[in-house]
C-alpha cells in the first residue's frame, strides 16, 4: 500500500463532508439563515472531524510513533491477546475533535490482521480493549520485532477502516486507516521496549514518539 494523494481532509469524509454542505447550502436556499444555522454548525463539525494533515516523520531509526491522535490512557504490562505473549500496552483514546486517521508506529511488514466484531462502549475504559468492534495488525519490524496495532471503536464509531493488506509492507508514520466519531488505538510492544509516554500525555500521530524499540 502507498500513501495516497489527497486534500487536507480524508477520503473516507468526503461523501459526509459533501452532503452535510449540500443539506445546509439548500436549506438556506429554500428556507432561511436563520433555520441554516443548524445545519451549518453541523456540515463545519464533519469538516473538522475528517482533517487529515500531512505529518513530519521524526527520523529516529527506532522510533515507535503514536497512530493516533489523543491522550495516553493506559501504559500497563499485560497479555498480548493477538500473538498470545506479554507485553506492554500504550493506549491512545480519541475524543471527537481529534484527527481520526490511523498511522503505522513502525516500518515493517503486516504478517497478519483479525477484525472482531463486538460492543460499542466508550473507548476509555480498559475493558473496550477486549469487548469493543476491533481490526488488529501484526507488524514485523525491518528487525525482526514484533508489534501489535489495535484499531478500536468506540460509544458512538461505528465503522473502522483498515486500508492495508497482509504481506504489505508500512513505512512508520504511514496512513494505514480511519475511526469515524471517537475511538481508541492500543499498541502492544516488547518487554523491553523504552517507554517515552506517561499516561494523561497528550500526543500527536506521527509526531509523537511512544518509545523506542531495543534489539
Not at 493477538?82 to 513502525?106: C, E, G, Q, T
Amino acid at each position: 500500500m502507498t500513501n495516497y494523494p489527497h486534500p487536507f481532509f480524508a477520503r473516507e469524509g468526503w461523501p459526509f463532508i459533501a452532503g452535510s454542505f449540500a443539506i445546509a447550502i439548500l436549506v438556506s436556499i429554500f428556507a432561511s439563515w436563520t433555520w441554516s444555522i443548524l445545519f451549518w454548525i453541523i456540515a463545519f463539525f464533519i469538516l473538522q472531524f475528517f482533517r487529515d494533515p500531512p505529518r513530519i516523520v521524526p527520523q529516529i531509526s527506532n522510533a515507535i510513533v503514536s497512530p493516533a491522535d489523543g491522550r495516553i490512557v493506559a501504559v500497563e504490562n499485560t497479555h498480548d491477546p493477538y500473538l498470545n505473549r506479554d507485553a506492554i500496552k500504550v493506549s491512545v483514546f480519541m475524543n471527537i475533535f481529534n484527527v481520526h486517521s490511523n498511522r503505522s508506529p513502525v516500518d515493517g511488514e503486516v504478517h497478519n490482521k483479525w477484525y472482531f466484531p463486538g460492543k460499542f462502549i466508550n473507548a476509555s475504559l480498559p475493558k473496550a480493549s477486549l469487548e469493543n468492534e476491533r481490526n488488529a495488525l501484526w507488524i514485523k519490524t525491518n528487525n525482526d520485532l514484533d508489534i501489535t496495532c489495535v484499531q478500536i471503536a468506540g460509544l458512538i464509531a461505528k465503522r473502522i477502516v483498515c486500508h492495508t493488506k497482509i504481506g504489505e509492507h508500512l513505512t512508520r508514520g504511514q496512513r494505514f486507516g480511519f475511526i469515524r466519531f471517537g475511538s481508541r488505538v492500543d499498541v502492544y510492544l516488547p518487554l523491553n521496549t523504552k517507554i517515552r509516554v506517561n499516561i494523561g500525555d497528550k500526543v500527536q500521530a506521527t509526531l509523537s514518539i511512544l518509545a523506542e524499540l531495543t534489539p
